[in-house]
Structure formats: structure tokens, C-alpha cells
């Protein structure tokens, strides 16, 4: 995946690299997150996993695990 097919799907399912909220829906770093956006090579793990959201035209919103109004508060020694 390139650093432009990245940054499209991320757009297309309402998310944006330097976010906290997309870091814990993708279970990445904001900082990890940023590099790929920088240019860095994306992770095969982080391309499959977009390239499923996007076929399954998911997003954000259809993760019921995660408590949307306090992602990225975990307190520290979390299940991360």
C-alpha cells in the first residue's frame, strides 16, 4: 500500500493519521500512524486490515468494543 492509497482509505472511513481515535481503532501509535502518513512503508498487518474495512465500507462508528467517547484515555498498563 502506498503512502497515498494509505491517507485515501483513512479519508474514506472518516479518519485521519494523527488522531487518537484512529490510533485506537487501528490498535496503532499516533506517532506510527504519522510516519506512514510521512512516507514510511505501511505495515502489510495495517493494509490488510484497511483494505477489509474499506470492502466491508466500515467504519469508526461499527467498533462496539471500543467506548468512542474516551478513546485513546486508557489508563496506563492497559490491555496494550
Same mark, same amino acid.
Given at each position: 500500500m502506498t503512502t497515498q492509497q $494509505? %491517507? /485515501?482509505a483513512l479519508k474514506k472511513l472518516g479518519l485521519t493519521p494523527a488522531s487518537k481515535i484512529t490510533a485506537t481503532a487501528l490498535g496503532y501509535s499516533v506517532r506510527n %500512524?504519522? +510516519?506512514f502518513a510521512a512516507? !514510511? =512503508?505501511? &505495515? !502489510?498487518r495495517l493494509a490488510l486490515l484497511l483494505e477489509s474495512l474499506l470492502e466491508r465500507k !466500515? &467504519? $469508526?462508528a461499527d /467498533? =462496539? #468494543?471500543i #467506548? @468512542? +467517547? @474516551? !478513546?485513546g484515555n486508557r489508563a496506563p498498563g492497559g490491555d496494550r
Amino acid at each position: 500500500m502506498t503512502t497515498q492509497q $494509505y %491517507l /485515501t482509505a483513512l479519508k474514506k472511513l472518516g479518519l485521519t493519521p494523527a488522531s487518537k481515535i484512529t490510533a485506537t481503532a487501528l490498535g496503532y501509535s499516533v506517532r506510527n %500512524l504519522q +510516519r506512514f502518513a510521512a512516507g !514510511a =512503508p505501511v &505495515s !502489510a498487518r495495517l493494509a490488510l486490515l484497511l483494505e477489509s474495512l474499506l470492502e466491508r465500507k !466500515a &467504519s $469508526y462508528a461499527d /467498533t =462496539p #468494543d471500543i #467506548d @468512542h +467517547r @474516551h !478513546a485513546g484515555n486508557r489508563a496506563p498498563g492497559g490491555d496494550r
